[in-house]
């Protein structure tokens, strides 16, 4: 399925290329939504990354950047050591998961 018809483009190589850089940032937040939603669902990364045609390792990493950086930030401006936040991080991925197997119930 072809998406972007090269007629449908300015003929002005530039303004073509502009164009594809706006829908490549559309397209990359439909991507976002989707990876998010297949979480919602119970996707596995693996699943993902196959969906995506990269590895497991590298759908997680590239998805869940934004959140690690935010996590990091937070914890930058904290007393909490590196134990004590993951142990918070690990109980909080814990309660999602069991709030999951719940409502799937």
Do not use: F
């Amino acid at each position: 399925m072809k998406v972007i018809h090269d007629e449908s483009l300015p003929t002005d190589p530039l303004e073509a290329l502009k164009e594809l850089s706006r829908a490549d940032v559309e397209l990359e937040a439909l991507r976002r939504e989707r990876v998010a939603a297949a979480r919602r669902q119970g996707a596995t990364w693996d699943q993902i990354g196959e969906s995506l045609g990269m590895s497991r390792q590298s759908a997680w990493e590239y998805y869940t950047r934004e959140a690690r950086r935010v996590l990091d930030e937070t914890a930058a401006g904290s007393e909490l050591d590196e134990d004590e936040a993951m142990r918070i991080a690990t109980d909080e991925v814990s309660r999602v998961r069991r709030r999951r197997r719940v409502s799937s119930s």
